[in-house]
């Protein structure tokens, strides 16, 4: 059989592909703490102004400014409590002259008042107290509508429902929401050389370890994830287990057999479930035979079995796809500049991705590949944080360089503080 020609295209340009697809999923209402993560399928507008009314933002008193005009140290101005509140409660009196209410943080402010001198600012004696300063009008006043006024967009159609978002839901009364389905996901290793975590090796055979990774990369993004059983080097059961996954998901990944080996069938499978390939060839470096097809409005993600291929291929394209099919209008990869702190003087003309450890420390962001790092180097993806991203060319890299580098991991903690 006639190897067929690839057309290697720019990483760019395959990771565009992936996302201008018509490919989305649809929307659902969720209870609100079950929507962190999910992306907004509709504009969040405050249905009220905040604060709602002009509040104390600390524990003191209430005043009218105007009685506090001229105080100074040798002329303190004296006050006469009248009132005494908490958050949550309303007072009904209205200040008169030097008069004054004790109020806690979070407190309406009272009738007449229009300023909040906090405790550490005054001179207690019984149901008085002095001050030694003027106050102006709103000083210490959280005022009615400075944060949002009724009808503003506080949250935006696209944006990742965050922690952050949950709490201003929450602010709103905003008890269920529509966002867009996640996308379920197939995983399929194939290859006849495999082995199953718990069988014992046997001559010529290697563990699958590309599933577990690809399924657990897929719940840390959120996803459900089926994850078949290995699948054998073999045409037509490739087919059916490929039919059965995309019946049963939104997304079929596969790792292996996307090469043009003697048993890698993933084009003729591909042409069996009569996909349109997008790229069946990326000018990048490991993975370059990193397939994308799609099929019945389904993605169809043929990556590499080179583990660290395989990675990478699903940091370029799976999750921007993920992303971009629940409407998220952020999904390419966010790239970040950080100097290189080794030479890197293996030349290609392919970009080249290298699982890297950053570090973004006060003196800046450097980054340095994390271990042997051929493409089918599995630990190395285990001790990186970033992939390096280097542009294909004839030359090397030196350390000092500054590069470009993908970051695969939030939540990064030090082994020592740095605060
Ligand atoms: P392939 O993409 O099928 O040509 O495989 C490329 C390399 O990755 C070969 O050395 C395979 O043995 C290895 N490989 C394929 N699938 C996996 C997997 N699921 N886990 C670990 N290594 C794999
Ligand atoms: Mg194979």
Redesign the pocket.
Known sequence: MAVEKRNPIPVKEAIHRVVQQEIYLNQIEVNLDESLGYILAEDIVATYDIPRFNKSPYDGFAIRSEDSAGAYSENRKQFKVIDHIGAGSVSSKTLGQNEAVRIMTGAQIPEGADAVVMFEQTVEDGDTFTIRKSFEANENVSLKGEETTTGDIVLKKGQVINPGAIAVLATYGYTKVQVTRRPSIAVI???S??LDVNDDLQPGK??????PMIKALSEKIGLNVEAYK?QQ?DLESSIAVVKDAMSKHDIVIT?????V?DF?YLPEIYKAVNAKVLFNKVAMRPGS?TTVAVANGQYLFGL????S??FTGFELFVKPAVQHMMGATAYYPQVVKATLMEDFTKANPFTRFIRATANFSQSGATVVPSGFNKS?A?VAIAHSNAMIMLPGGTRGFKAGHTVNVILTESNVFETEMTL
């Open positions: 290793a194939t290859g050389e495999l290697i563990r699958n370890s590309n599933g290995i080097d790792t292996g057999g996307v090469s080996g890698d035979v590499s079995g080179n583990p291929a395989c089918g599995v």
